[in-house]
């Protein structure tokens, strides 16, 4: 039985999304800002960064990564540090456990044994950049979907419409995942293509079970 409610989340509502606590490493995965993909440095130690209005976020994120080093054991420390008003999580345990999930699919750069091939610059088009793929998913596990669009939802989410820029691939695995778990209407737009970065709308028609879980405000009537 998957367990909701832990000492990961003492301080959480029951009005914000549930996510249990076998699973918060795809709610991690979702929050992960993948711009061109994500940046995979050798030995780095930048989990995420946070942009300057995307503090509550950053909170909100802060506790899934608290819940994750309890529940994979491990020994490291969280650091927050604030630069011009941008957040930014450090840690080389954490981002290397993430960053595993991204060495096994969908690599831009390996070499000829398929092992990731880094680069010793360190501009940002000059390291690896990864992608999260369907693959990550372990088989007919339906809340590893969910709980990665939790948490996608709770950075790129507004209501029943995901936005994303210069993603279009993480545009693509929400529209597929959404899918999956039976949205009877999705819809993926390339919402301007002469603006830069190119912004990726999904919008859907959520179901009960999906309305209840992102806990979509403007729905709650609707379901009676």
């Avoid at 000829?112 to 007919?140: H, K, L, M, W």
């Avoid at 029943?160 to 545009?171: D, R």
Wanted: glycine content about 6%; some cysteine.
């Amino acid at each position: 039985m998957l367990k909701f409610e832990d000492n990961c989340y003492p301080e959480k509502k029951l009005s914000e999304p549930q996510v249990p606590s076998s699973h918060t490493i795809y709610a991690v995965l979702g929050f992960l800002n993948e711009y061109i993909g994500r940046t995979i440095a050798q030995n780095g130690d930048l989990v995420e960064h946070f942009w300057v209005n995307e503090t509550k976020k950053a909170d909100i994120f802060e506790k899934y990564l608290m819940c994750l080093v309890d529940e994979y054991c491990l020994q490291t420390s969280v650091r927050r540090e604030m630069s011009e008003g941008h957040t930014y999580f450090l840690s080389a345990e954490i981002t290397e456990l993430i960053n595993s999930f991204y060495l096994k699919h969908n690599l831009t750069g390996t070499d000829s044994n398929g092992n990731p091939a880094y680069t010793t610059g360190q501009g940002f088009f000059q390291q690896n950049t990864g992608r999260i793929s369907a693959d990550v998913f372990p088989s007919e596990d339906r809340e590893a979907k969910l709980s990665y669009l939790i948490g996608v939802h709770q950075r790129y989410g507004e209501e029943n419409m995901f936005l994303f820029a210069n993603a279009y691939h993480k545009a693509q695995l929400v529209y597929q995942l959404l899918q999956e778990l039976g949205s009877p209407s999705v819809v993926l737009v390339y919402a301007d293509p002469d603006r830069a970065p190119s912004p990726f709308r999904v919008a859907f028609e959520p179901t009960a079970e999906l309305i209840d879980r992102f806990c979509l405000r403007a729905f709650n009537n609707s379901t009676g």
